[in-house]
């Protein structure tokens, strides 16, 4: 098997022809345990939350493609998680990992959401999103994201963007040239 192979083994549940959020979040929990450069988290467990939830979340929109809520083997093996999940596992300072890792990454993307969330609900609407980066988007780009034109929203709550959604715009709002941003 090759190293993505043996990745996505391990990281399924049993039997599973592709791994879930709830899988990375599993094992990647052992990185909030074990890693120096993420020592400071243990004592804020809902820092430790959001993190993963980022990280996650970033994996995600780099790496499936279909936005299926899964990775699939040959997903795994095209990816670079692989090679970086090396580096995190040798490098001390998590903020020189930049693919999904970097706690600096996440620590401006759930800043500027908490700064939009100005009720700490957990969810965003149209007048709250239209506020991002000194009102950047307009009414028109908010609509559209609202009504799901480039991704189907996944907070649950009619027109409200949750904090996953708001990564994924996020990340696609800095880097317009990624394959899931266009």
Same mark, same amino acid.
Request: proline letters at 2%.
């Given at each position: ?19 879930t959020r709830a899988d990375w979040r599993r094992h990647l929990a052992a990185l909030l345990d074990t890693h ?13 939350? @959001? ?18 809520? @899964? ?47 100005? =009720? ?30 480039? @991704? ?6 009619? =027109? ?23």
């Amino acid at each position: 098997l090759s190293g993505g192979a043996r990745l996505f083994h391990l990281l399924r549940d049993g039997d599973a022809r592709h791994v879930t959020r709830a899988d990375w979040r599993r094992h990647l929990a052992a990185l909030l345990d074990t890693h120096p450069g993420l020592e400071f988290l243990k004592a804020t467990p809902e820092f430790q939350d @959001r993190y993963l939830e980022c990280v996650v979340e970033r994996i995600y929109y780099t790496n499936d493609r279909a936005d299926s809520g @899964r990775l699939t083997c040959p997903e795994i093996e095209r990816s670079n998680l692989l090679r970086v999940l090396r580096v995190v596992d040798t490098e001390a300072d998590i903020n020189k990992i930049n693919d999904y890792f970097s706690y600096e990454h996440f620590y401006v993307l759930y800043c500027k959401f908490w700064e939009l969330d100005t =009720d700490h609900d957990f969810l965003l609407d149209r007048d709250d999103v239209v506020k991002l980066g000194n009102y950047a988007l307009t009414y028109r780009i908010v609509d559209r994201v609202f009504e799901g034109a480039c @991704r189907r929203l996944t907070s649950g709550a009619p =027109d409200r963007l949750g904090y996953q959604d708001f990564i994924w715009l996020l990340l696609s709002e800095e880097d317009k040239t990624s394959e899931t941003a266009m």
